[in-house]
């Protein structure tokens, strides 16, 4: 295969990360995973990282010269342009560490850092449910709640690039405090996190123990109303503010329980008188368990918005 069909994605999250070889098309060709486990310190871990790297694209037998690039998605923040991560919660040990130039220098290749969300969002843009559509809302129920928002493919970036957060769209003004400095987010009534901390006093497991009960148990019913509830409130004011084309609902909770939220959100959004919302398509997330890394190599294949170094 030449160059441009060719790239590295990487998919970093807090416990796991993940490497794959995937095409032109979308495909994954060789995979790896390893344990993150970011406070062993950086130097460790990133190479191990570049050693993965090596792994996929000898399983893939395809050269370094075959491959246009490699991307990585990573749990947030991070800085896209400096090329560096600030997650001292989820990632401790790497707080402002540059991922990109040491494996930019390993494999003499183009090396692109962005948000896991937003690079999945770019996966589902090429590859997946949100192909051709723009603006492009992806949103991930999962542990929490995560999403980008995409202009004709493009990531949408707030003042110093940063990535909005749309988990925290307040959805009740006097719910619960949020560490974001408000009340009542999105993501206190709709992530797996918020879902089984409710759950939790009426003996329910986690999240999906909730869910499994909601057709027979009042009180796992309401904490999945309020869930629905939050994700409908959020989603009219992302129609209202962005005005996408297509909502791509992903994640855990997204996909396994996709019809309950996007049937909800369709029901509500047919009311409204300020847009075409017969316009407004809701729809499944495509790319499954491997959205992490084929997001991440379809940041390879696109070019960037901004330089990748100040
Ligand atoms: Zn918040």
Redesign the pocket.
Known sequence: MSGNETAIGVDIGGTKTAVAAVDGAGRVHARTSLETRSERGFATCRDELAQSIRGVLKEAKWTVDACCGIGIGCAGPVNPTRGTIHNPYTLPGWDGEDIVTPLRDAFHLAVRLENDADAAAVGEFQFGAGRGASPLVMVTLGTGVGGAVLVSGRIYRGVQGEHPEL??VSVQPDGPE???G?RG?W??FASGTAIEAAGEPFGFRDSRAVFAAAAKDANAASIIRRAVHATVMAAWTLCHTILPQRIVLGGGIGEGHFEVFAGAIRQQISRATQFASERVEIVKARLGNDAGVIGAAALAFQRPTRPETP
């Open positions: 988990g925290h949020c560490y974001c408000t987010c993501e206190s």
